[in-house]
């Protein structure tokens, strides 16, 4: 056996190619899960209606993307809307810090990675997930809007999941707003490209707003909240659940 073959086999990735696991293990994998999401419908119940803000980990304060989610935080609170992001550094942080400069309310679902991602301080409710796909239901759960700021693979990830969703009906009239013209301006192409191929249809770009302007995103999403949703009267905690705000 070769050192690359010894590599592999040691690698914690190489389970993934010996096919099914036992019936035990995936059961067991089935429970975790399923207390992953018990414990996010416990933790998150009553932070809601929240607007959720997507972005890169990577810039820091004083960074032009930086500065713009600190903005849009705070004009989110000023809403009277709760924002909810993935907990972590960079955009997240700086959204969730606009929010509770603001007054407002702050949560997060950070996840838990081999590279530890602390959860940042500026959140008012936050929980730690061990999946990425049980966090992304999590984050679109309590969501009335999302609004994408410059952002990696896992940005993207939360974007084009969010946008399937909507364009299949699966969650309805719910807003996307990317902020960022230059940055996002190839990706607009490429999605003008798809309608000329016919991979996706015309009426698909109306699910998009891109803008660097932070009230025509927010009035955009306003707009949206005013035609389409209703406000109802927020549940109150069970003290039999042990349930608290």
């Known amino acids: 056996m070769n050192n690359a073959e010894e590599k592999i086999i040691q690698s914690p990735e190489y389970e993934y190619l010996e096919g099914p696991k036992s019936r035990s293990s995936e059961l067991w994998f089935a429970v975790r899960v399923f207390f992953q999401f ?27 993307n930086y500065e713009k989610a600190r903005e849009i935080g705070k004009a989110v609170a000023d809403m009277g809307f709760t924002v909810m992001t993935g907990g972590g550094p960079g955009v997240m942080e700086a959204a969730n810090r606009g929010a509770r400069e603001a007054g407002g309310r702050s949560v997060g679902c950070n996840v838990i990675l081999p590279f530890e991602q602390k959860p940042n301080p500026f959140m ?8 990425f796909f049980v966090r992304k239901v999590l984050l679109l759960k309590y969501s009335y809007a999302f609004i994408v700021l ?30 960022g013209k230059d940055y996002y301006a190839g990706l607009m192409s490429f999605i003008e490209h798809m309608v ?47 349930e608290r705000i």
Not at 50 to 64: D, L, M
Not at 209 to 224: F, S, V
Not at 233 to 241: D, F, G, I, N, V
């Open 38 to 64: 018990i414990k996010g419908f416990r933790t998150l119940h009553f932070v809601g209606p929240c607007i959720t803000v997507f972005g890169s980990a990577r810039f820091r304060e004083g960074h032009p």
């Open 124 to 131: 008012d409710t936050w929980i730690s997930i061990r999946y």
């Open 150 to 179: 410059p952002g990696g693979w896992g940005t993207m990830d939360e974007l084009f999941e969010t946008l399937t969703l909507v364009q299949t009906g699966v969650i309805q009239r719910f807003p996307v707003v990317l902020i």
């Open 196 to 242: 000329e191929n016919e991979t996706i249809s015309p009426k698909d770009l109306k699910l998009v707003l891109c803008t660097d302007n932070t009230d025509e995103a927010l009035d955009h999403i306003r707009e949206y909240i005013r035609d389409n949703y209703r406000v109802r009267q927020k549940r109150r905690p069970a003290w039999w659940l042990l």
